[in-house]
C-alpha cells in the first residue's frame, strides 16, 4: 500500500489503528461472516437437523444405472440389453439407483430437498431395488406404506444449496449429502449436561 495516499495511516499510531481494526476484522468478522455466508450462498454445506415429513408417492424415485459402479443412467434396448448413453458400453442388467425429493421441516421452517442414492436408503429403509417391486405391484398400499413409516423421523443432515436459474427466474436448489438419524440417547445426554452447566454455580459459595 502506498504511503503517500495515507490510506494506512499519516502517522506511525494513525498506522497502528488500521493494523488494530485490519487484524480485528480480520480474526474476528471476516471468520464469523463466512461461516454464515457460506453456507447460503453454496460455497459449503451446513448442518440441520430436520424431520422428513413428506415423501411423494408418486415420483420417479429411482432410475436404472449401469452396474458397473459409475453410476451412469442405461436406458432399456431389448431383452437384456441396456444402454449407458454417456458411455456407449451395454450391459445385460442394471441397478436401481435413487433420485428422490422430499420436504423436511425444522424450527425455521421447512423445504423441499433433493436425495441420491445413499441417503435415500438411509431414510427409506430398502434399496431402490428392492423397494421397485412394491412401486411397480398392482397393489399401492405396501408401497405407500413404506414411505409413510420413513415420514416424521428426525435426522441430522448435512446440506448443500445452489442457486440455479430457472425461466429468468431464481431459485435455490437443496441437496442432502448425508442423513443421520437422531440418537436420542446421545441428545438426552447433551441436553442433561446443558442443563447441569446452567444449574451449577459459576463461583463456590464462600464459606
Not at 56 to 72: C, E, I
Not at 87 to 100: A, D, G, L, N, V
Not at 173 to 202: C, D, G, M, N, Y
Amino acid at each position: 500500500m502506498r504511503r503517500d495516499t495515507e490510506l494506512y495511516g499519516a502517522t506511525f499510531f494513525a498506522s497502528a489503528q488500521v493494523d488494530s481494526w485490519v487484524d480485528f476484522c480480520t480474526h474476528e468478522l471476516e471468520l464469523a461472516c463466512t461461516m454464515w455466508l457460506y453456507p447460503v450462498i453454496g460455497y459449503m454445506p451446513f448442518n440441520a437437523k430436520a424431520y422428513v415429513v413428506a415423501i411423494k408417492p408418486d415420483q420417479t424415485l429411482y432410475y436404472m444405472a449401469a452396474p458397473d459402479g459409475s453410476n451412469k443412467k442405461v436406458v432399456e434396448e431389448g431383452p437384456n440389453n441396456y444402454l449407458c448413453v454417456a458411455t456407449q458400453k451395454h450391459f445385460s442388467s442394471f441397478i436401481r439407483r435413487y433420485i428422490m425429493r422430499c420436504r423436511v421441516t425444522d424450527a425455521s421452517g421447512e423445504a423441499w430437498v433433493n436425495v441420491f442414492n445413499d441417503q435415500a436408503e438411509a431414510i427409506i429403509g430398502m434399496k431402490a431395488d428392492e423397494i421397485a417391486p412394491l412401486k411397480e405391484g398392482s397393489d399401492p398400499g405396501p408401497y405407500t406404506a413404506q414411505l409413510r413409516q420413513a415420514e416424521f423421523r428426525e435426522y441430522v443432515l448435512r446440506v448443500m444449496t445452489r442457486t440455479e436459474e430457472y425461466e429468468g427466474e431464481a431459485r435455490r436448489r437443496l441437496t442432502i449429502q448425508s442423513a443421520v438419524p437422531v440418537s436420542f440417547a446421545a441428545e438426552s445426554k447433551a441436553t442433561l449436561a446443558k442443563i447441569q452447566a446452567l444449574l451449577s454455580p459459576a463461583v463456590a459459595p464462600v464459606a
